[in-house]
């Protein structure tokens, strides 16, 4: 019924609310792991009204983020797109929540970028995901794109928030040092059993349950398939032609195909053509 190019947060998440809705599903990475940019990201979502700021204490209105949306985005703003933002985000949280692996974690602490901007808030609209044990994903492990070795300790994920705050207070809390030696112990644990930390944090815990979420809804999950063309009929798009391990594979899509293949951060020449400011680096894989 649907394909999905791309296998990043906003691949997967559209591949589970699909199959939550009875529709067959077929996932197309192009490279052997999923995860996208997500999975090297912070994993942080930026969302008003989400449905636990009120058990951290926080109080927000839609008003509030409409007019912080129009000041940051300016002759931008596109009411059409915030409005569908701010009405389906926060329905969308509570899905996940109620229906998947997926869980947040909201934050008391993380402010909007610019917290003293109309509509502006000094904390609260930020949601993370849990940490998650990959070991739930059982081989599907091997299959998840790994962090950026310069966001790891000693090869180990640090979760924001809270557990950051340890690390930050370890030689000067006995409390953080305490807790820092356990995870030190655990992770070196899990190196020898396992190859790798097996704690996923961030936007690792982001995909890791996303995953898990898309294997039990029933998915379909290719990698190592790269979409090279959509298949246009009677002036719609019907599916693409897929390379899947060496072999083409036309797949119709009875309803549709939605396109999460995250930009091309890494194509330098298609940037320079479109951004007047000078190179820089970017922390998306190199297949992007």
Not at 10 to 39: M, S
Request: glycine residues 12%; proline residues 5%; positive net charge.
């Amino acid at each position: 019924d649907v394909l999905i190019i791309g296998a990043g947060a906003g691949g997967l998440a559209a591949a589970v609310t699909a199959r939550h809705h009875g529709l067959d599903v077929i996932v197309a990475e192009k490279t052997p792991v999923f995860g996208g940019a997500t999975a090297r990201s912070g994993g942080w979502i930026w969302m008003p009204c989400h449905p636990f700021q009120q058990a951290i204490g926080i109080s927000d209105s839609r008003e509030e983020a409409e007019r912080y949306l129009l000041h940051e985005a300016g002759e931008r703003y596109d009411a059409e797109r915030i409005d569908a933002f701010l009405t389906h985000g926060p329905r969308m949280v509570a899905f996940f929540t109620r229906e998947t692996a997926v869980q947040f974690t909201p934050s008391s602490t993380y402010p909007d970028y610019h917290p003293d901007a109309p509509g502006g808030k000094i904390a609260g609209r930020a949601l993370v995901a849990a940490n998650f044990d990959g070991r739930a994903l059982g081989a599907l492990l091997a299959k998840l794109r790994r962090p950026l070795p310069e966001l790891l300790l000693l090869g180990m994920a640090i979760g924001s928030g809270d557990e950051l705050g340890h690390f930050q207070r370890a030689t000067r809390s006995l409390g953080s040092f305490a807790y820092v030696a356990r995870r030190l112990a655990g992770h070196a644990g899990e190196m020898l059993l396992y190859g790798r930390g097996v704690r996923l944090t961030n936007g690792n815990a982001l995909v890791g349950r996303l995953l898990k979420a898309a294997v039990d809804a029933g998915v379909k999950l290719w990698d190592s398939a790269a979409a090279r063309e959509l298949i246009i009929g009677e002036g719609a798009v019907r599916g693409a032609v897929i390379v899947r391990d060496g072999e083409t594979v036309h797949v119709e899509a009875r309803r549709g195909v939605v396109l999460a293949c995250g930009g091309f951060p890494r194509d330098a020449e298609r940037r320079k053509r479109l951004f007047p400011h000078r190179e820089h680096w970017s922390p998306a894989p190199e297949s992007c």
